[in-house]
């Protein structure tokens, strides 16, 4: 027991101590099962498809579920990366990693959207030539909504 000098008098202090155990840090192998555990979960659940119908192709759905996985593969890398970078005391590495992570999902989100778009486009032209629409299959440039068409009839 450590002592201190009060008015000369040697009075008997205290000192905390720490719990055993604590403060220690965990090593970045221990997270490893606990990831792969969400990544298998995460793969072997699946969303209802929100492209179910005759207007839709196998093809859409097939690229809705490539998609899906894409979103989920990268959720997983993020949160190995916001694990990884918890062990970092200063923050810059959660710093970092938040905002690659946010860079990297907001370019998916583009990357996507592009790429349903344009396979949605071209299962609705195969739907209006399948059931004999043939003007719209054929007139890409639709006037805007309110304007008359140049030629004078209706679409």
């Given at each position: 027991?450590?002592?201190?000098?009060?008015?000369?008098?040697?009075?008997?202090?205290?000192v905390?101590?720490?719990?055993?155990?604590?403060?220690?840090?965990?090593?970045?192998?221990?997270?490893?099962?606990?990831?792969?555990?969400?990544?298998?979960?995460?793969?072997?659940t699946?969303?209802?498809?929100?492209?179910?119908?005759?207007?839709?192709?196998?093809?859409?759905?097939?690229?809705?579920k490539?998609?899906?996985?894409?979103?989920?593969?990268?959720?997983?890398?993020?949160?190995?990366?916001?694990?990884?970078?918890?062990?970092?005391?200063?923050g810059?590495?959660?710093?970092?990693?938040?905002?690659?992570?946010?860079?990297?999902?907001?370019?998916?989100?583009?990357?996507?959207?592009?790429?349903?778009?344009?396979?949605?486009?071209?299962?609705?032209?195969?739907?209006?030539?399948?059931?004999?629409?043939?003007?719209?299959?054929?007139?890409?440039?639709?006037?805007?909504?309110?304007?008359?068409?140049?030629?004078?009839?209706?679409?």
């Amino acid at each position: 027991m450590k002592h201190k000098t009060v008015q000369g008098a040697r009075v008997p202090v205290r000192v905390a101590t720490r719990p055993a155990g604590y403060g220690r840090r965990w090593p970045a192998a221990a997270f490893v099962p606990v990831l792969l555990a969400g990544g298998v979960v995460a793969a072997c659940t699946s969303t209802p498809s929100t492209f179910e119908g005759p207007q839709y192709s196998d093809e859409t759905r097939q690229m809705e579920k490539e998609l899906a996985a894409e979103a989920t593969a990268l959720g997983v890398a993020q949160g190995a990366a916001g694990i990884a970078a918890s062990f970092d005391r200063t923050g810059i590495g959660s710093l970092v990693a938040s905002g690659v992570g946010m860079a990297a999902r907001n370019a998916m989100m583009v990357r996507a959207e592009k790429r349903m778009q344009a396979q949605v486009e071209k299962d609705n032209q195969e739907f209006y030539r399948r059931h004999g629409i043939a003007e719209v299959a054929e007139a890409e440039e639709l006037p805007p909504k309110g304007r008359k068409p140049k030629s004078g009839k209706a679409p």
